[in-house]
């Protein structure tokens, strides 16, 4: 009897492909390149790893276009094999020195071709932006980063809370020196440390009460301890209101300050406009009522973002099409309305405003009489917009006050490490600030019998402060934030 003699049946020929040794991040780079072909006698079909498996990311993280440098950023556990394989260093040297820019050739990796001169940075992790290792090269192999990629390690990393991230994007879209200081200040953690101080003052509240939980008054606890809890979380929920209690002032300087232009027909509302944009931004003519819509643009008037409406001449009309532009005025909802009156009809200052603008004039609205150059009576330190007759004063005043209404508590606190106001800069922050006072006001609501409950309700608090942070899980919110950032961050 003959014995059957089994034998495995090889999937491909064994020369039908070879790695190097000892080099995965090759492997990796010759599968994306080349494709495995895996040959056998009755099937063949292509393997590609997938994103999950090239853990190496790359982009330019410089702006694209024409331009004498362009920084090319690769983070991974493969960067310093990636750096080895494209580098070629002008001094000898056996292993990179981390934090050093060396002068380099780039070189192209299968042929040796000498691309470029350049220079080449690699940053040991932990101690890099993303924790990561990291180098800064070109790179034609790994896999291209998602949007926010990069900043998005870092979070995952630890060495960015989610008030920097946002912080490090608003630094990104800032337009003017009032953004720029705001988001400086929240990306280099200032925010998220004033945060945390808040919600480490919950926790030792929460602490005390489940002490009591625990144990109970006795000789291992002192008595008065919840009375004390209670007294602690008034004065938490008192910061916490005055946080909320900004005037929607940080919102509105990362967003830009709404200003309306408004005032009576043919006043020099647009000319105004036109001032302030320092360009033809409006139609300007002698006919009454030339704007028909409302125009708007962004602006920079001391460092405050501003984005300036110029509305249609407010009158009563029949005229559809304007009385529709009277309507979407907003001159209510602004953040800051401007009324411009023309000198021609005041000749005297104590003389009422214009019927048809009175009803939209506040304490807080900005009164500018214009056309001084056309007055007659005994109108004093008016400016023309025709003539330029004191319009730097005037853009001067306008925007000190502006200023001292936004921008004041962020330049005090500029050089104040020691400030208490977190200041709130997205709605996100405004919303988890609410809840937690509400859970604190539950809390306060129950009696000393219900202890359990008013720990769970602090619990909560303490949950709703740390969302802002990012200390517990925010993935949705994450995902949204990350998709708004460039491929290079």
């Known amino acids: 009897m003959k014995r059957a003699v089994l034998q495995r049946r090889p999937v491909c020929p064994p020369t039908a492909f070879a790695l ?22 009755r099937f063949a079909h292509t393997i ?47 292993q990179p020195e981390s934090r050093r820019m060396d002068l380099c050739r780039v070189v192209h990796p299968e042929t040796g071709e000498t691309l470029d001169d350049g220079l080449a940075v690699f940053f040991k992790g932990p101690k890099s ?31 960015l809370d989610l008030t920097q991230v946002e912080g490090l994007k608003d630094l990104i879209d800032a337009e003017t020196e009032g953004q720029r200081r705001m988001a400086l200040r929240a990306a280099g953690g200032r925010v998220r440390e004033q945060f945390e101080r808040l919600r480490t003052d919950i926790i030792s509240c929460l602490a005390k009460v489940e002490a009591l939980i625990d144990f109970g ?15 602690r979380a008034r004065e938490i929920k008192d910061t916490i209101q005055s946080f909320l209690q900004d005037s929607r002032r ?15 027909p043919n006043a020099g509302k647009s000319s105004l406009l036109n001032f302030l944009a320092q360009r033809e931004a409006a139609i300007v003519t002698a006919v009454p009522g030339t704007t028909r ?44 309305a401007l009324c411009v009156v023309s000198c021609e009809d005041m000749k005297d200052l104590s003389v009422e405003l214009p019927p048809t603008v009175r009803p939209f004039v506040t304490d807080e609205t900005f009164v500018l009489f214009n056309k001084s150059d056309l007055d007659t009576g005994d ?85 709703a402060v740390g969302k802002v942070s990012g200390l517990i899980d925010v993935e949705d919110v994450l995902d949204a934030l990350f998709r708004d950032f460039c491929i290079g961050k």
């Open 48 to 94: 590609v790893p997938s994103d999950a498996q090239r853990k190496t990311i790359y982009a330019l993280s410089t702006p694209p276009g024409k331009a004498g440098v362009a920084v090319v950023r690769v983070s991974g556990p493969d960067a310093l094999d990636v750096r080895t394989r494209l580098v070629q260093l002008k001094r000898r040297q056996t």
């Open 379 to 463: 109108v004093r330190a008016t400016p023309s917009l025709k003539t330029g007759k004191d319009t730097s004063e005037f853009l001067e005043g306008f925007a000190k006050a502006l200023q001292k209404r936004y921008l004041s508590r962020y330049l005090e606190l500029s050089d104040d490490t020691s400030a208490d106001t977190p200041l709130i800069t997205h709605t996100r922050h405004r919303v988890h600030l609410e809840s937690a006072a509400q859970f604190i006001d539950a809390f306060l609501a129950t009696s000393q019998k219900d202890m359990v409950i008013g720990a769970e309700e602090l619990r909560y608090a303490a949950r």
């Open 250 to 264: 940080g919102e509105i300087m990362r967003t830009g300050v709404r200003l309306t232009i408004f005032g009576p």
């Open 293 to 336: 819509d409302i125009l708007e643009l962004s602006l920079d008037i001391g460092g405050i973002p501003v984005i300036v409406a110029d509305t249609a001449g407010l009158r009563q009309t029949e005229d559809l099409v304007e009385q529709i532009g009277v309507e979407r005025a907003g001159v209510r909802a602004a953040d800051v």
């Open 217 to 231: 008054e006795g000789e291992d606890i002192e008595e008065g301890v919840y009375d004390e809890a209670r007294k």
């Open 20 to 41: 190097p040794s000892g080099n995965s991040w090759l492997s990796t780079a010759y599968l994306d390149q080349h494709r495995l072909e895996i040959a056998s006698s």
């Open 129 to 159: 932006f993303t924790t990561e290792d990291s180098a800064l090269s070109s790179l034609p192999y790994c896999r291209p980063a998602e949007p926010g990629e990069f900043t998005r390690r870092a979070f995952h990393g630890g060495r």
